[in-house]
C-alpha cells in the first residue's frame, strides 16, 4: 500500500490514502468502559470512571427511571468524571445513569444502567410529648430526603435491650404496650426507599407509672417435709407429710386471695402451682419459687443469683407488669440463715447486702421492690440475755436503706400478734416475733393492710391452731399499692 502511494504521488503529485480496510476501522472505534463507580451526598451525584483506549469524549446521562427516555441530566466531557448539583429524591430509587464513550462519530457500547440513590440526612432529635403507665407519645422534625423515618425505642442507651423499631410516614408516634415505671430511650432516622439515614440524637424518659394494687403473700410451705426429719413424735403428728398438708396449704394461703405467691421449702416435687389455679410459676431455685396471676400479671424478666452458694443460699427474683396498666415493679425471694445467735446474725446480714447489691445491679430502672421471704430473723435475735451480741440483721440493714417491714406502714393488721414460725404447736405463741416477712420502700409503695391467715379454733383452753398443720410456718400476706407517688 505504501509503494502503491508513492506510485501514485510520482505520477500525479497527489498523495491517496486507500480506503481503510474493516478491520483498522475497528481499531478506531473506542473500548468499552470497565470500571465506573458513583457516590452521592444529600444533593449530589458524583460519577467517575476508568478512561478507556481511544476514547476522547464521554456522553453521561442520568434518568429517573430505568425506561425513561428523557435524560434529566446530560453532559458531554473529555475528563473521566462528573458531578451533578442541586439535585432531588425521587419516590423509591432516585437517579439511573449511564456512560457512553466516543472518539469522532465512533462510540462504544455504552455502560448498562446503574442506580444511585442520594443520601438522607441524619435524623433529627425527638423528644416524647406525654405518655402515662404503658404508652409514650414522641414527635420530631423533617429530615432532608426522608420520605419515611424509622422509630426506635429501647430499655437501654446502646439499644441492645429491649428494641421496638416501628416505620412512620408522619413526624409523630405512639408506642404503648411499654412497662410503666422503666427508662426508655428513642432515636429517629429518615429513610428513601432502601436508602436509611443515620440515627438522630437520643433522647431519655422515664414513663411515669400509674398505681396499682397487689396482695402479696410469703409462705414457707415444709414442702417435700424439709422440716421433719428429726423432729418429735408430735410435732409429725402435728405436721404430717406434704400429701396431706398440700391441700391444706393451698386453701389458707388461696383464703387470703393473693396475686403473688413467694413461697420458700417448695421444691420441685412440692408442685404447689396445683394449688393456685390461675396463677403462673415464676423464678424458681433452690425450693423457692415465685407464683403470679396470670390474668392480671405478666413476666418482663427474672431469675436467680446467690447470696452464698457455700451455703446453699440463694434469690429468685421477677419483674412484673400489670397487664392493664402496665406499671412495673420487681419482687425478691429468699430464705437467710436459719438458727440464733450471733455468728448467725452476721451471716444474714451478709447476705441480705448481697441481696440488696444484686438486686440494684438488676432493677436498673429503679422499679419499686417487694422484699418477700423467710427471713429467720426477727426482734428475738437481738435479746442479748440469750443471744449476746445478736442482732435482727434484716430490720437493721434495710432500715439504713428506707426499707421497712410492711406490718409498721400499716394500721389495718390481722393475726399480727401471732409469730410466723407456729413450730407445729397448738397453742399459738403469740410474742409477735415474724420471721416471715414483706419488706417495702417508705416511698414508692404503700400498705393497705396486713395479714397472717390461719386455722384457728377456739377451744375451751382458749384459742388453737387446728391439726393438722399446713405447715410449720403461717403465710403472711400485704396488701400493696405499687409505683405510689
Not at 440524637?201 to 397487689?214: D, I, T
Not at 389455679?277 to 424458681?284: E, I, K, Q, V
Not at 455468728?343 to 446480714?349: G, P
Amino acid at each position: 500500500m505504501y509503494r502503491r502511494a508513492l506510485l501514485a504521488l510520482a505520477l500525479t503529485g497527489t498523495l491517496l490514502i486507500a480506503p481503510a480496510t474493516s478491520a483498522e476501522a475497528a481499531g478506531k472505534r473506542p473500548a468499552k468502559i470497565t470500571k465506573i463507580r458513583s457516590a452521592t451526598t444529600t444533593t449530589t451525584l458524583r460519577i467517575a470512571w476508568k478512561r478507556p483506549k481511544r476514547a476522547t469524549v464521554f456522553a453521561v446521562c442520568v434518568k429517573t427511571a430505568p425506561k425513561s427516555r428523557r435524560c434529566v441530566r446530560k453532559v458531554r466531557t473529555r475528563k473521566t468524571s462528573v458531578t451533578f448539583r442541586r439535585l432531588a429524591p425521587n419516590s423509591g430509587h432516585d437517579f439511573y445513569f449511564r456512560v457512553t464513550p466516543y472518539r469522532g462519530r465512533k462510540h462504544a457500547t455504552p455502560t448498562r444502567w446503574k442506580r444511585a440513590d442520594l443520601r438522607v440526612a441524619r435524623g433529627t432529635a425527638n423528644r416524647a410529648t406525654g405518655g402515662r403507665g404503658h404508652y409514650l407519645n414522641y414527635v420530631w422534625s423533617r429530615t432532608r430526603n426522608a420520605s419515611g423515618y424509622q422509630f426506635q425505642l429501647a430499655t437501654s442507651r446502646d439499644f441492645r435491650s429491649g428494641v421496638r423499631t416501628t416505620g412512620r410516614s408522619g413526624l409523630r408516634a405512639t408506642v404503648t404496650g411499654l412497662n410503666g415505671g422503666m427508662t426508655y430511650f428513642a432515636r429517629v432516622r429518615g429513610t428513601n426507599g432502601t436508602v436509611k439515614g443515620a440515627w438522630g440524637p437520643v433522647s431519655q424518659v422515664k414513663l411515669a407509672p400509674v398505681p396499682v394494687r397487689a396482695t402479696v403473700a410469703t409462705y414457707n410451705l415444709c414442702g417435700e417435709d424439709k422440716c421433719r426429719p428429726g423432729n418429735d413424735a408430735w410435732f409429725l403428728q402435728n405436721v404430717p407429710p406434704w400429701a396431706v398438708r398440700k391441700p391444706l396449704a393451698g386453701a389458707v394461703v388461696r383464703s387470703a386471695t393473693p396475686d403473688i405467691v413467694a413461697t420458700q421449702e417448695s421444691g420441685t416435687k412440692t408442685a404447689f402451682h396445683t394449688e393456685l389455679p390461675g396463677f403462673t410459676r415464676g423464678a424458681s431455685k433452690s425450693a423457692k419459687t415465685i407464683y403470679f396471676r396470670s390474668s392480671r400479671f405478666a413476666a418482663v424478666d427474672g431469675g436467680w443469683f446467690a447470696l452464698d452458694a457455700d451455703r446453699k443460699r440463694y434469690a429468685t427474683w421477677n419483674v412484673l407488669r400489670d397487664r392493664s396498666a402496665g406499671t412495673a415493679f420487681f419482687v425478691a425471694n429468699v430464705h437467710l440463715e436459719p438458727h440464733k445467735g450471733a455468728a448467725r446474725d452476721i451471716l444474714r446480714d451478709q447476705q441480705t447486702a448481697r441481696l440488696v447489691s444484686k438486686v440494684r445491679a438488676r432493677n436498673v430502672h429503679g422499679l419499686p421492690v417487694v422484699w418477700a421471704g423467710d427471713w429467720n430473723s426477727n426482734a428475738s435475735n437481738a435479746n442479748q440475755a440469750n443471744y449476746p451480741g445478736g442482732f435482727d440483721a434484716p430490720r437493721e440493714r434495710f432500715a439504713r436503706l428506707g426499707v421497712v417491714n410492711s406490718l409498721d406502714r400499716t394500721t389495718d393488721a390481722i393475726n399480727a400478734v401471732l409469730n410466723s414460725a407456729n413450730g407445729g404447736v397448738p397453742t399459738p405463741k403469740a410474742h409477735g416475733h415474724h420471721v416471715d416477712a414483706i419488706y417495702v420502700p417508705l416511698t414508692g409503695i404503700a400498705v393497705e393492710s396486713w395479714s397472717m391467715p390461719a386455722n384457728v379454733i377456739d377451744t375451751q383452753d382458749g384459742r388453737q391452731y387446728a391439726t393438722p398443720f399446713p405447715s410449720d410456718h403461717n403465710p403472711v400476706v400485704a396488701k400493696l399499692v405499687l409505683a405510689t407517688p
